[in-house]
């Protein structure tokens, strides 16, 4: 299975992360020292909305979600990321605090967790560095917008075949770990809408679907169903980033 954040470039640094693997050998020797691995289970959280800032997690593994609130306790997903990313981006905006709740979503996953101090002074010292990261956050605000478009403008089958793309792009199989919760986290309707739509795809023969879990049968069929929902975004990380 090849999808679009599978391929790393030439060094290694004991990381999966892109990021981190494809910047300058300095700014790389800035950040190396300070770095923890850590591991997050489903559902953990990697940052809470409203919270303090104190350290950035660059993924190995895994999918992070980021969630919006209503009301305080409705969430939905705003975006992903994975090991083409880090959670803890608005430190290079100037603020210290989260806006969003971030959870480990679908499968466990790890990460390389660095002190935001430290990255903040490694980002003041190295231009290339802190464009690096900030090209990142561009592809990041084009993937919420797509996803504020799409929650406007397409039926349901669309915009979920576009979620099934956006988790099939960061985890390790074809089989994924996608429960009814995840969907309403995602999609915004009823459980009995999420039923049905899994229907149509499973009838486009794009998936299968069992309880709890999603099995990607035909990936290019997925594409076609997303349409446009799909591909904006990970087209605009490999012209920013050069990663392809």
């Known amino acids: 299975m090849v999808t679009a954040w599978k391929a790393v470039g030439p060094q290694d640094r004991g990381t999966s992360n892109r ?3 494809h910047m300058a050998a300095a700014d790389w020797a800035m950040l190396a020292p300070h770095a923890e691995r850590v591991s997050f289970a489903v559902w953990d959280d990697i940052a ?13 593994e895994g999918i992070a979600g980021i969630l919006d609130s209503l009301d305080g306790d409705r969430r939905y997903a705003v975006a992903l990321v994975g090991a083409e990313g880090f959670i803890g981006w608005p430190v290079l905006l100037g603020d210290d605090r989260s806006p969003y709740d971030v ?16 990255l903040g002074a490694a980002v003041a010292q190295s231009a290339g560095l802190r464009s690096l990261l900030l090209r990142f956050v561009q592809t990041l605000m084009v993937q919420m917008g797509r996803t504020i478009v799409s929650s406007l403008a397409h039926p349901i089958e669309r915009r979920m075949a576009r979620w099934i793309l956006l988790y099939h792009d960061r985890v390790r199989e074809d089989d994924i770990c996608m429960t009814h919760e995840e969907f309403r986290l995602m999609l915004g309707v009823r459980r009995s809408s999420v039923t049905e739509a899994l229907h149509r795809l499973e009838e486009d023969q794009a998936i299968r679907a069992f309880r709890g879990r999603v099995v990607v049968r035909d990936r290019a069929r997925l594409i076609e169903l ?19």
Request: proline fraction near 2%; charge should be positive; aromatic fraction near 6%.
């Open 19 to 21: 990021l981190l693997r």
């Open 48 to 60: 809470r909305a409203g919270e303090r800032i104190a350290s950035v997690c660059f993924l190995d």
């Open 103 to 118: 959870t480990m979503r679908a499968e466990h996953g790890s990460a390389l967790r660095i002190p935001a101090a430290v």
């Open 226 to 244: 997303a349409g446009d929902t799909y591909g904006h975004a990970e087209q605009e990380y490999r012209r920013l980033l050069g990663m392809g």
